[in-house]
């Protein structure tokens, strides 16, 4: 029996920073890389202001390596780093670096850039999309009971978009085939929970480079997959 669900769109939005991306760790560590001084009794949102206020301080490519360092500095090296630094400040690295498993943390970096410096660097623009899932058999409803996984929320997004969207002009053979493995980088954060009897709530977060396709989409249908598991 062959997947089959009815989707709605019942949200789409764009987010400047993914909620919960950074943390008081986060800040104290890029405040002690800035050499900050005393901090003892700071709240929290003082401490992300403090953390702000000193990557004002830098030169624009300073904090851009300053905080690059910190979210990906255990996998690229040193040089790469820094032409990161210089090319965050045209760039949406999130977008177009060329390994989409850096996406959602170069997002991160150039959230926090932004609101140091909204004037210097590029505004993020990831989206979040909220969906109500409908499964129309058994089967269906069973796949998405089992925490399913992004080559099938890939997929099952994908058929809210026309054919010219970018997801299916880039990755059009691993939405029809049996492997998608690069699904897992393209969906940032999914959670998936029950909305009713048998139905079900969807909310995935990425860039909008992929997302932005569902723009004005308010339902369709869709027949969804996840891999199979005698892929390759």
Known sequence: MNNSFHVQLLDFSNLLEIEGAWTNSDFEALLDHMEFGDRSGLDDDELREMCLMSLQDQEPDEAAYI???????????????????????????????????????????????????????????????????????????????????????????????????????????????????????????????????????VEAISSGYWLDDLQGTKSYDSNAYADSTSAP
């Open 67 to 201: 905080v690059l360092k910190h979210v990906i500095g255990d996998a690229l090296r040193e040089g790469q780093l820094r032409n990161m630094a210089n090319e965050m400040l045209d760039e949406k690295l999130w977008e177009e670096y060329v390994d989409p498993a850096f996406h959602e943390r170069l997002f991160n970096v150039g959230s926090l850039l932004y609101a140091a410096m909204p004037r210097v660097f590029l505004k993020p623009d990831a989206v979040r999309v909220r969906l109500e899932v409908t499964p129309l058999n058994p089967a269906s409803n069973e796949l998405l009971s089992a925490s399913p996984n992004e080559s099938f929320l890939v997929r099952l997004l994908a058929d809210g978009m026309e054919d010219r969207a970018v997801l299916h002009r880039m990755y059009g053979e691993q939405l029809s085939g049996k492997s998608f493995p690069n699904a897992d980088k393209i969906i940032w954060i999914v959670s998936v929970d029950t909305a009713g009897k048998d139905v079900w709530s």
